[in-house]
Structures are given as C-alpha cells and as structure tokens.
C-alpha cells in the first residue's frame, strides 16, 4: 500500500532496477510532488507488531529474513535486514525491536527522486481548466467552436481504463454538437 499525502492505494507494486512501478506506485504518484514524503506499508491489512509477535512465537529459531521471505520476495526481506532491520532470529527481537521492526514494515520511506518523466509517463497530471469548457459541450469558453476532450482536460482517471472512458465519453459529448 502506497501513500502520499493522506491519499493511500493498495495494490501490486513492482521493483525494478531503476526503482518502484506497478498499480500502487502510478496511482499514488498522482498525489506526489517533489520533496513530499511517501511510504509503503509492505504488510497491507495486518498488524506488523503482532505479526512478528506471532512469528517469534511460532518460529524462534528462524531469522528474520526467512519469515520476511515467506511475506515478502526474498530478496527484498534480504536486503531490509541488510539495511534496516535487525538481520537475527527473531527469538533474538526483544519488544522494542519488535516495534521499531513494525515501523518500518508498515511505513517504510520510500524516498523519491524523481520520475522517469514524460517519455514513459502512464500517470500524467494538467490540461486544459474544465472551467474554460462548457460541462456539457466542452466547447472553450473563450474561442467558439474549439472543443477540447479526453486527457488534454485536466481530469485525472485512476489506472484501469478511466481515462479511455473519458476520452470516449468526452468525444461523444464534443462530437454530438458540431
């Protein structure tokens, strides 16, 4: 789960050698400016303390890694307790590194650089103010019989064929009048 600025979105996200992708990270990235702060809850819909309460519980002599890998792709367990979190079995976890761990598996900071930009963009924001347009024509308010429709509008569709329903709707809309 991907969050920035009080705008939060689960679903799939991708790692890549270049850095974060996939569903959560597009949709989220509509909400990010440079400079603002994003995380990730790397266990979505569970208590991370209690998770690793049970962990330490059911498996004490397994490393943190290890359960992480069960959770998580192994690689990204690794390289967490790598950097992050105590590399140890989790017998070895007292209470406060219990918490600390929860932390950062439920938010960990994900610190932006930058994005790959227009080029590769599947997530853009801007446009045209739909308040230049008329809301049922989408005629310019100030140049007569100038149309514009789908994403040179400034709507925004979340990813899963939104914005090619607004071009569609938008076109009929425009199309219908001229």
Not at 39 to 64: F, H, I, N, T, V
Request: with cysteine.
């Amino acid at each position: 789960e991907a969050s920035c600025n009080g705008t939060s979105f689960r679903n799939f996200m991708l790692l890549t050698h270049r850095g974060v992708s996939g569903p959560a990270i597009l949709q989220i990235s509509s909400f990010w400016q440079p400079g603002d702060a994003l995380s990730l809850d790397l266990l979505p819909g569970q208590d991370a303390a209690e998770w690793l309460r049970q962990m330490k519980r059911e498996r004490p002599a397994a490393e943190l890694r290890t359960v992480l890998g069960d959770v998580l792709p192994k690689r990204l367990a690794q390289r967490l307790c790598e950097h992050w979190l105590p590399d140890r079995p989790v017998r070895q976890l007292d209470e406060p590194d219990l918490r600390k761990a929860a932390q950062v598996l439920s938010a960990f900071p994900l610190v932006a650089s930058g994005t790959e930009g227009y080029r590769t963009a599947e997530v853009t924001l801007g446009g045209v103010d739909t308040n230049e347009v008329s809301s049922s024509t989408l005629e310019s308010k100030r140049v007569p019989g100038l149309h514009f429709v789908g994403e040179v509008l400034d709507v925004t569709g979340w990813l899963g064929g939104y914005n090619f329903q607004w071009a569609w709707a938008s076109g009929h809309a425009a199309g219908g009048v001229v």
